[in-house]
C-alpha cells in the first residue's frame, strides 16, 4: 500500500515553472548520460572527499534525522531510501537517524509534521506543493547546495519556488503509461497501438478473446486522475493542461467536457467495478491475463507478482487528435527537502546536497531489490532493467512532460473537489455536465 | 463553583451545631482540595475542549491554509452557503449520518439486547458465547474495515468467491454503505451486548421471583419488569448508539477515505483539514455543523438525566 499512495500526493507547479521549462525538464536532464553507464560516477569512485558532491557552499556535515515516507519493510522504494541513507552515514561518519513513516500517514500528517518537530531531510515532491510550503516558511531555502553536478537546469528549475530560491532536491522520476505483458501480446497477435484505430482494432479484438482491453481500479481516487490526465494532454494537449490546473481554464469547458466524453465511450473496454479496486488488485488482474493492458506508473511493477515482472512492457498512451499528438505524459518528480524547523541546517545542507549527487542515487539503486530511475544524468543505469531503461528513454522523448493532476493542481482542489467528481463520473457517466459544472463552482470558491 | 459549597452548608449548620465547629475547621483545606478537584478538571476542559470548540466556530468563518496566521481571511458565512449549496457530498453525508444511526438502533442494539438476555439464562456454553460476541469490541473499527475487506473484496473476497457472485461491495455505491453497516454491526452488537449482560446480572432476583409467581411469561417479563428496572442502562446504550453513529469515521476512512456513497461528516471534515488539503476554514464549518447536531441529542440526554435526578 505504501508505494501507491505517492501518486495521491498534490504538487502543483510553481507560477515560474513556465512551460517551456517544464518541457525541456527531465529531456535535458536525461540527455547527456541516463542512458550510458558512467563508471566514473559510481559509488566506489566517490571516494574521500567528506563533503557534499552539490556545487558551491559545501557544508560541513554532522549527525541529521532523515523523515523517509516508506514504512520499514514496505519494499524497494524503503530499501533505496535506507541505503542512501546508510551509505551517507559511511561515507561522511556521521549518524543518520531514520525516521520511517508509512507513505499515507506521512503525507496526512505533512502540515502538522512540518510545524512540530520535523526530521531534518525529509522525502517530499517537487512542483506546486513544495513551492506552497517555501511560500509559507515551513522548508528551508537550500540555493547554496544547488548546482548539484550531474542535475540538469531544468531539475533546478523544478526545484526552485516562485521567489527564484531552490527548496528541493530531486533524486528520482517516474512515467506513466500504458503497461502490458509481453508473453500476452505474442501469443494473441497484439501489437502495440501507434493510433486510435489501432488502439479501437485492439480493444475489439482483445474484447472478442474475452479479455477486458484495460485494467482499471479507482478506489483510491488519484487512481484514476492519470487516465483523466493522458486523455486530456491528447485531446486538448500540454499547454490546456496545464493552464487548467493552475485556474486559467474553466472546469466546465467544451474541452473538459470532451475529456469526459471520450473517457465515457472508451469506459465499457475498462474492467467494470472500478470504484473497488484497488490498483494492485487491478495490476492482479493483468498479471493474470483477465485483462491485457493497465495504465499507471511504472511502480505498477510492485503490484504483480516477481515471475511477471520481466514480461511487463509499455507504450505511451497513442494519439488520439494528429493536430495534438502524443508527446506528452505524466512523469512525477521525487526528491527531498530541508525542514526550515530544524536546528541543524548546515548538517541538513550537506546530506541533501549528496542526496542529489550520482552516488546517492548508486547507492540506492545498487542495493534495493528494485532501481528507481535516477534523475542525477551521471548516475549508473547498471541496475536498470528494460522497463527502466525504456521509461528513462520515453521521457527523454517526450517534448512535455506533466507532473500529474493532484500534483499540478491545488491542493486543496485536488484532494476534495476532483477526486470525488472523478469518482462521481465513474457511477454516473451521463452526468457530464452536471458535474463538471459542480467542479468549477467549487473550483471558483477554493481559487477565488 | 467553589461558593456552591457553603451555600450548601448553610442549612445543616443551623441543625448541628457541634458539627459545625470541625466543619469549619476543616473548611479551608477542603475548600483548596475541593477547589484544586474543580478547578484543575475545569482548566483542562476549558484549554482542551471548549477552547478548541469555540476556535472552529471562528474558524468557520473564515479561510485559512492552517501555516501563517497572516494568511487567515474573514470570509463571512461563504463557508455556510458553500456547503449547503455546491459542496456535492454534503447532503448525502448527513443521510448516511441518519441511515447509520437508525440501522444501528434497528439491527445491532436491539440484537445485542437479545443476546444479552439469551446468555444470560446461564445456558451451557454461555461464557464461550460471551467472548466470541465480544471479541470483535476489541478490534479498532480500522481493523474491523481491513478483515471485512477479505470478506468483500471483488475479484479475490470470500463472499463473491463461495457464492460466485460479482457483487462490487465496497464500490457500488448503493451498496457499500450497508455492506459497511454489517462490518460495523458485527463489533456493535457485540459492544451492547456486554453492557446489557452486565446490567442484567445486576438485576435484583426476587423482582424475576415476583414475577414467574404471579405466572407472568418470560417475555412479559422482560418487558414489564426487568426493562424499566434497566432504564439507566437503556439510557447508556441510547447514548452510546448516538454517538458511536455520530463519531464513525475510521471504518469508512480506511475504505475509501469516506467518498463514492460512504461520505460521512466526520469523514468530510477530515478530507478537508487532515492531508493534502488544508481548508480549515471550509473543514472547521463541517465540524461546526457536525457540533450542532450532536448537541441536540446530547441535551436531550441531558434534559433526561437530570429529570432522572430531579426526581
Redesign the interface.
Known amino acids: 500500500m505504501a508505494r501507491p499512495a505517492s501518486r495521491?500526493?498534490?504538487l502543483t507547479v510553481p507560477a515560474s515553472f513556465s512551460a517551456v521549462n517544464r518541457r525541456s525538464l527531465l529531456r535535458g536532464a536525461l540527455g547527456a548520460g541516463a542512458l550510458l553507464t558512467v563508471p566514473g560516477a559510481l559509488a566506489a569512485c566517490g571516494g574521500d572527499t567528506a563533503t557534499s558532491g552539490g556545487g558551491g557552499a559545501s557544508a560541513a556535515p554532522g549527525p541529521v534525522k532523515f523523515g523517509m515516507n516508506e514504512a520499514k519493510g514496505s519494499g524497494p522504494a524503503y530499501e533505496r531510501l535506507q541505503a542512501m541513507a546508510d551509505a551517507y552515514a559511511q561515507k561522511a561518519g556521521v549518524e543518520v537517524s531514520a525516521n520511517a513513516v508509512d507513505h499515507n500517514t506521512f503525507?496526512?500528517?505533512?502540515?502538522t509534521y512540518l510545524?512540530g518537530t520535523p526530521d531534518d531531510v525529509f522525502t517530499w515532491f517537487a512542483g506546486y506543493?513544495m513551492a506552497?510550503f517555501a511560500e509559507?516558511?515551513?522548508i528551508a531555502d537550500i540555493s547554496d547546495v544547488w548546482p548539484i553536478d550531474g542535475l540538469s537546469d531544468a531539475f533546478k528549475e523544478a526545484s526552485t519556488a516562485p521567489d527564484g530560491n531552490q527548496y528541493f532536491v530531486p533524486v528520482s522520476y517516474y512515467p506513466w503509461a500504458v503497461f502490458y505483458r509481453k508473453s500476452v501480446f505474442e501469443k494473441n497477435g497484439w501489437a502495440e497501438p501507434t493510433s486510435l484505430d489501432e488502439l479501437n482494432a485492439l480493444m475489439e479484438d482483445m474484447q472478442g478473446k474475452k479479455v477486458t482491453p484495460f485494467a482499471f481500479a479507482?478506489?483510491d481516487?488519484w487512481a484514476p486522475m492519470g487516465t483523466f490526465d493522458i486523455l486530456n494532454m491528447r485531446l486538448n494537449g500540454y499547454d490546456f493542461h496545464m493552464q487548467l490546473t493552475k485556474g486559467e481554464q474553466k472546469w466546465d469547458s467544451p474541452e473538459v467536457r470532451n475529456v469526459f466524453q471520450t473517457w465515457k465511450t472508451l469506459l465499457p473496454y475498462h474492467q467494470?467495478?472500478?470504484?473497488?479496486?484497488t490498483w494492485q488488485?487491478a495490476a492482479?488482474?493483468m498479471a493474470n491475463e483477465e485483462c491485457g493492458m493497465y495504465l499507471l506508473g511504472t511502480f505498477v511493477v510492485d503490484g504483480v507478482p516477481a515471475e511477471t515482472q520481466d514480461d511487463l512492457d509499455f507504450f505511451t498512451f497513442p494519439a488520439l487528435d494528429a493536430s495534438i499528438g502524443s508527446d506528452a505524459l505524466d512523469a512525477p518528480i521525487d526528491g527531498f527537502c530541508v525542514a526550515a524547523a530544524t536546528d541543524n541546517e548546515e548538517a541538513a545542507k550537506a546530506f541533501i546536497g549528496w542526496l542529489g549527487t550520482a552516488e546517492a542515487a548508486d547507492a540506492a539503486n545498487s542495493s534495493a531489490s528494485a532501481p528507481f530511475i535516477a534523475a542525477n544524468s551521471n548516475a549508473s543505469t547498471e541496475a536498470y532493467g528494460a522497463l527502466q531503461k525504456k521509461s528513462a528513454e520515453v521521457v527523454q522523448n517526450a517534448k512535455s512532460i506533466a507532473q500529474f493532476l493532484?500534483r499540478d493542481t491545488n491542493?486543496?482542489l485536488?484532494?476534495?473537489v476532483i477526486?470525488?467528481?472523478i469518482?462521481?463520473f465513474l457511477?454516473n457517466p451521463d452526468n457530464i455536465d452536471s458535474i463538471t459544472t459542480?467542479i468549477q463552482?467549487?473550483a471558483a470558491?477554493?481559487l477565488g | 463553583m467553589t461558593t456552591a459549597t457553603p451555600t450548601q452548608d448553610a442549612p445543616r449548620v443551623k441543625k448541628r451545631r457541634g458539627a459545625a465547629r470541625v466543619e469549619k475547621r476543616r473548611g479551608t483545606r477542603d475548600r483548596l482540595v475541593i477547589g484544586a478537584m474543580v478547578g484543575i478538571p475545569t482548566v483542562l476542559v476549558v484549554w482542551l475542549v471548549w477552547l478548541p470548540a469555540l476556535a472552529s466556530v471562528a474558524l468557520s468563518f473564515a479561510r485559512w491554509n492552517g501555516f501563517k496566521l497572516s494568511s487567515l481571511e474573514w470570509v463571512g458565512t461563504q463557508n455556510y452557503t458553500d456547503i449547503t449549496t455546491i459542496y456535492p457530498p454534503f447532503w448525502p453525508a448527513i443521510q448516511h449520518n441518519l441511515i447509520w444511526l437508525v440501522f444501528l438502533f434497528v439491527l445491532p442494539t436491539t440484537l445485542g439486547i437479545l443476546l444479552a438476555v439469551i446468555l444470560d439464562r446461564e445456558m451451557w456454553g454461555s461464557r464461550f458465547y460471551q467472548t466470541a460476541f465480544y471479541l470483535p469490541v476489541v478490534l479498532s473499527m480500522a481493523l474491523v474495515g481491513f478483515i471485512w475487506q477479505l470478506f468483500y473484496s471483488t475479484d479475490q473476497g470470500l463472499i463473491n468467491e463461495v457464492f460466485g457472485s460479482n457483487v462490487d461491495w465496497y464500490g457500488d455505491p448503493d451498496i457499500n454503505l450497508w455492506a459497511v453497516l454489517v462490518a460495523t454491526a458485527w463489533r456493535h452488537t457485540g459492544y451492547i451486548m456486554l453492557i446489557y449482560l452486565a446490567g442484567l446480572k445486576g438485576v435484583d432476583a426476587s423482582l424475576r421471583e415476583a414475577a414467574s409467581v404471579d405466572g407472568a411469561s418470560e417475555v412479559k417479563t422482560f418487558f414489564h419488569v426487568i426493562f424499566p428496572v434497566m432504564r439507566p442502562i437503556n439510557l447508556i446504550v441510547l447514548v452510546i448508539v448516538v454517538i458511536e453513529s455520530l463519531r464513525a469515521f475510521d471504518i469508512v476512512w480506511i475504505i475509501n477515505k469516506g467518498r463514492n456513497g460512504l461520505e460521512l461528516i466526520s469523514a468530510l471534515v477530515s478530507q478537508n483539514v487532515i492531508g493534502e488539503a488544508t481548508r480549515y476554514g471550509f473543514g472547521s464549518a463541517l465540524a461546526v455543523i457536525m457540533m450542532v447536531i450532536s448537541s441536540v441529542f446530547i441535551t436531550i440526554y441531558l434534559r433526561i438525566v437530570f429529570r432522572e435526578e430531579r426526581r
Request: aromatic share 0%.
Open positions: 495521491d500526493t498534490s503525507q496526512e500528517s505533512i502540515s510545524q506543493r506552497q509559507n516558511g515551513v479507482a478506489k481516487a467494470e467495478n472500478a470504484l473497488g479496486r488488485e492482479t488482474s493532484d491542493a486543496d485536488a484532494n476534495t477526486t470525488a467528481s469518482q462521481d457511477k459542480s463552482q467549487q470558491s477554493i
